[in-house]
């Protein structure tokens, strides 16, 4: 989604938006199993960087009221990017 690099949907991860009150947040979705207009990212910190600045995330996910929380969704990707140096996040990591 951020950059243009074609990758089998194994090495995406599915993000959602989710309600917060104040406007939305951004969540890692590895189960590819809850709810919700999704979109899907590289497991990689670089492609996210892309996604925020092209203001990708809220187009991809119709968020219209401001900029989405991307915290939860960096910290993730942190997580699972600097362990091994490759991805690691496959829907197997507990909350
Ligand atoms: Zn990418």
Redesign the pocket.
Known sequence: ???R?RAPAAELLRIIAIENGAGHSLSPDPGRNRPGRGAH??L?PA?FTLAQRRRAFGRALRITTGAPDTGELAEYLRASTTTSGHPTGRGSQAR
Do not use: I, P
């Open positions: 989604m951020g950059c690099r990212l590289h990689d492609c």
